[in-house]
């Protein structure tokens, strides 16, 4: 059965409206069911998968390993889905997705193509007008599932509509994807899209010009095929992998260092760093030592150690220098790559450093920066998102009295476990500001807050309870917790997209949940253990777990 398409006519009241239809939107609805809930799911894209479906950028990759970054709440779907690599493509996890909203039979309850422009909540009827096109819907709850980085930050350059070439942006990639053959090729940023794509269009383009403000910190991925073997080894004794994932601070199966960078030896910490890189992966040296985050003269080491890394590469005296970051290792998201500082090395490519020499405009035949121009046929957009909120805030969100979910966040976002904003009751938001979200292995953390707010409905349903809503108090309490936790590692002094720096105007607050997946799990567990401490049931409000 295909799914739903927006429709004119009547009026639809349903139990739960929810927004999204990626790894979030596609399990939330997999649990209503369970219920015995009515739900719809929305989805602006033409097909489920969220991230997966927008991001066909060339070399787009995830950088968690494939068989973590996947479903754990079905045996069936472990043992059916045959992941290929060590690192799963964006084409391979796009495709597990249709596989899992084929098998669960998802796809009648969501409806595709359809844009979520508000939702409105009536206090008189305790329900949520979700606006949509088409038939007007009532929901009991909303559950955001709109993902962490799917709000894209547009380029706003002078001159961009005179182009006479071609110019894209890596979260908006034609599906038919892009000829780069014998073309002066243009990429803006040096984030981990661009690490990514980087290598792979250089194979084809006859010129490709890197424009890179900021240098970062990638790993090598020493991605690999997965042999059936190895894949079934991991399957058959799959959960204690992922109870091992759930209690990590990244969400990862990976043992915790259990030492510091200070108390070893410096050859210690360099056979550490070097089995690492040889490791290969996100943590490659996060998970060396203990203070990592909490310590820059540990912190250094790691720094050091990467630069060397990278200068042993980059053939280029001066493209290896300007490609050394100097922030703090891990404080902006550490990227993983497959031969991106070797590219450096072919004739073809040419790295432009536009912190010394700004980008100034588009030209009708290239891009102008400080020093000259530079033509070409084609430009890529490699710039990322207004992360965490932007994808929230795209919507206009109305809770008790009229207020908007935006004015509440002018200064920063605000919730409760990530999962709730005091003032709009029946809302919930998966991964959002305030939780572990992109500091982890998404899919964990997914799990974990469709589970809780399946049970916290089941709750509620079995209570004859209608209402519940984060309470001020509690919601204070967790800023200032998540705050406090932040305030004891280097991440909040990195001007990352982590605190909104790469958006003009964007409030610089840090957004995720520092303290770790397996702690922040067991403050949502205490929370619930205690009837929901913090929140206001029917007008009843449960003392939150902190002052």
Same mark, same amino acid.
Not at 85 to 111: C, F, K, N, W
């Given at each position: 059965?295909?799914?739903?398409?927006?429709?004119?006519?009547?009026?639809?009241?349903?139990?739960?409206?929810?927004?999204?239809? +990626?790894?979030? +939107?596609?399990?939330?609805?997999?649990?209503?069911?369970?219920?015995?809930?009515?739900?719809?799911?929305?989805?602006?894209?033409?097909?489920?998968?969220?991230?997966?479906?927008?991001n066909?950028?060339? %070399?787009?990759?995830?950088?968690?390993?494939?068989?973590?970054?996947?479903?754990?709440?079905?045996?069936?779907?472990l043992?059916?889905?045959?992941?290929?690599?060590?690192?799963?493509?964006?084409?391979?996890?796009?495709?597990?997705?249709?596989?899992?909203? +084929?098998?669960?039979?998802?796809?009648?309850?969501?409806?595709? /193509?359809?844009?979520?422009? @508000?939702?409105?909540?009536?206090e008189?009827?305790?329900?949520?007008?979700?606006?949509?096109?088409?038939?007007?819907?009532?929901?009991?709850?909303?559950?955001?599932?709109?993902?962490?980085?799917? @709000?894209?930050?547009?380029?706003?350059?002078?001159?961009?509509?005179?182009?006479?070439? !071609?110019?894209?942006?890596?979260?908006?990639?034609?599906?038919? %994807?892009?000829?780069?053959?014998g073309?002066?090729?243009?990429?803006?940023?040096?984030?981990?899209?661009?690490?990514?794509?980087?290598?792979?269009?250089a194979?084809?383009?006859?010129?490709?010009?890197?424009?890179?403000?900021?240098?970062?910190?990638?790993m $090598?991925?020493?991605?690999?095929?997965?042999?059936?073997?190895? =894949?079934?080894?991991?399957?058959?004794?799959?959960?204690?992998?992922r109870?091992?994932?759930?209690? @990590?601070?990244?969400?990862?199966?990976?043992?915790?260092?259990?030492?510091?960078?200070?108390?070893?030896?410096?050859?210690?910490?360099?056979?550490?760093?070097?089995?690492?890189?040889?490791? /290969?992966?996100?943590?490659?040296?996060s998970?060396?030592?203990?203070?990592?985050?909490?310590?820059?003269?540990?912190?250094?080491?790691?720094?050091?150690?990467?630069?060397?890394?990278?200068?042993?590469?980059?053939?280029?005296?001066?493209?290896?220098a300007?490609?050394?970051?100097?922030?703090?290792?891990?404080?902006?998201?550490?990227?993983?790559?497959?031969?991106?500082?070797?590219?450096?090395?072919?004739?073809?490519?040419?790295?432009?450093?536009?912190?010394?020499?700004p980008?100034r405009?588009?030209?009708?035949?290239?891009?102008?920066?400080?020093?000259?121009?530079?033509?070409?046929?084609?430009?890529?957009?490699?710039?990322g998102?207004?992360?965490?909120? +932007?994808?929230?805030?795209?919507?206009?969100?109305?809770?008790?009295? %009229?207020? $908007?979910?935006? /004015?509440k966040?002018?200064?920063?976002?605000?919730?409760? =476990?990530?999962?709730?904003?005091?003032?709009?009751?029946?809302?919930?938001?998966?991964?959002?500001p305030?939780?572990?979200?992109?500091?982890?292995?998404?899919?964990?953390?997914?799990?974990?807050?469709?589970?809780?707010?399946?049970?916290?409905?089941?709750?509620? !349903?079995?209570?004859?309870?209608?209402?519940?809503?984060?309470?001020?108090?509690?919601?204070?309490?967790?800023?200032?917790?998540?705050?406090?936790?932040?305030?004891?590692?280097?991440?909040?002094?990195?001007?990352?997209?982590?605190?909104?720096?790469?958006?003009?105007g964007?409030?610089?607050?840090f957004?995720?949940?520092?303290?770790?997946?397996?702690?922040?799990?067991?403050?949502?567990? !205490?929370?619930?253990?205690?009837?929901?401490?913090?929140f206001? =049931?029917?007008?009843?409000?449960?003392?939150?777990s902190? $002052?």
């Open positions: 059965m295909t799914a739903q398409r927006a429709r004119p006519g009547r009026t639809v009241d349903i139990d739960v409206a929810v927004v999204g239809a +990626g790894f979030a +939107g596609l399990y939330m609805l997999h649990r209503l069911r369970g219920l015995g809930l009515r739900a719809r799911v929305f989805e602006r894209g033409s097909d489920v998968g969220g991230t997966w479906y927008w066909r950028y060339p %070399g787009a990759r995830c950088d968690i390993e494939s068989v973590d970054y996947c479903y754990s709440f079905s045996g069936e779907l043992r059916e889905w045959a992941w290929t690599e060590r690192y799963a493509t964006q084409p391979e996890i796009l495709r597990y997705l249709h596989h899992v909203a +084929g098998r669960l039979g998802l796809r009648r309850d969501i409806q595709l /193509g359809t844009n979520v422009t @508000s939702l409105r909540y009536d008189p009827g305790n329900r949520w007008l979700v606006s949509a096109g088409g038939e007007p819907v009532l929901a009991r709850h909303c559950v955001l599932a709109v993902g962490n980085l799917s @709000s894209v930050n547009r380029p706003d350059l002078a001159g961009l509509d005179d182009f006479l070439g !071609e110019w894209h942006h890596t979260a908006q990639w034609p599906a038919g %994807g892009v000829d780069f053959r073309k002066r090729v243009g990429v803006v940023g040096t984030g981990s899209t661009a690490i990514q794509a980087i290598p792979q269009i194979k084809h383009a006859g010129e490709l010009y890197v424009f890179q403000r900021t240098p970062n910190y990638s $090598p991925a020493q991605n690999r095929p997965l042999p059936p073997a190895e =894949l079934r080894e991991v399957v058959s004794s799959y959960p204690a992998r109870r091992a994932a759930e209690r @990590s601070d990244a969400g990862v199966p990976v043992p915790p260092p259990v030492r510091s960078a200070l108390e070893v030896s410096a050859e210690e910490r360099r056979r550490m760093y070097e089995a690492g890189w040889r490791r /290969g992966g996100i943590n490659a040296l998970y060396a030592f203990t203070d990592f985050f909490t310590d820059e003269r540990a912190n250094v080491t790691a720094q050091e150690f990467a630069r060397e890394k990278i200068r042993g590469i980059v053939r280029d005296r001066w493209v290896a300007a490609l050394c970051p100097a922030h703090h290792i891990g404080t902006k998201r550490t990227c993983v790559d497959a031969g991106y500082f070797e590219t450096y090395n072919r004739q073809n490519v040419h790295l432009v450093d536009v912190r010394t020499s980008i405009r588009v030209t009708p035949h290239g891009l102008e920066t400080a020093d000259r121009e530079y033509p070409l046929d084609t430009i890529v957009f490699a710039i998102f207004d992360a965490i909120t +932007g994808a929230l805030l795209e919507i206009d969100i109305r809770g008790r009295g %009229g207020e $908007p979910l935006a /004015g966040w002018s200064h920063g976002p605000r919730s409760y =476990l990530g999962l709730s904003v005091a003032g709009f009751p029946n809302l919930f938001i998966i991964t959002g305030g939780s572990p979200s992109v500091l982890s292995n998404m899919v964990v953390s997914i799990e974990q807050h469709v589970d809780w707010i399946a049970d916290c409905l089941a709750y509620l !349903e079995g209570r004859g309870l209608d209402r519940i809503e984060a309470s001020e108090a509690a919601e204070d309490g967790w800023v200032r917790h998540v705050n406090d936790i932040a305030d004891g590692t280097l991440y909040p002094r990195a001007a990352s997209w982590y605190v909104g720096a790469n958006i003009p964007k409030p610089r607050v957004m995720p949940y520092v303290g770790g997946c397996g702690t922040y799990r067991r403050e949502c567990e !205490e929370v619930a253990e205690r009837g929901y401490a913090g206001v =049931l029917d007008g009843t409000e449960v003392p939150p902190r $002052p």
